[in-house]
C-alpha cells in the first residue's frame, strides 16, 4: 500500500473512532437538527460539563464540529451534514446482523 493511500485509510479511521463513543453519535444527530447550545448538549448527554467538553473536542479534532461562542455560550453545529446518512448504513448493518443471527444465514460469509 502506498504512502498516500495509507494517509487516506488513516484519516477515515480517525473520523470513524470520534464518532466510537455513544454519547458523542447522540450529539452528532442532535446537531443534524441545527446548531445547540453546549448546555443543550450537556443536558441530552446528562453528563457533566467537562465530559461533555472532551467529547466535543474529539468531534472538532476530527473535523466533524465547529462552534461558535457567543458572549459566555459556545454554539455547536455539524461541519459536514451528510455525516449522519452514514448512520443509515450503520443500521443496515444492525439489520443484516439481526437477520442474520437466525440459523440461515450461519457460516456464510
Known sequence: MNTMRRQQLEARAR?????????????????????????D??????????????????LKNAGLVTDDKRGNQVFYRLRVPCVTGFFDCIEAVLS????????VCEGKN
Open 15 to 39: 473520523v470513524l473512532k470520534a464518532l466510537a463513543h455513544p454519547s458523542r453519535l447522540l450529539m452528532v444527530e442532535e446537531l443534524e437538527a441545527g446548531e445547540r447550545c453546549v448546555c
Open 41 to 58: 448538549l450537556q443536558q441530552l448527554v446528562g453528563a457533566d460539563m467537562s465530559t461533555v467538553s472532551k467529547h466535543l473536542g474529539v
Open 96 to 103: 443484516e446482523q439481526a437477520r442474520c443471527s437466525s440459523a
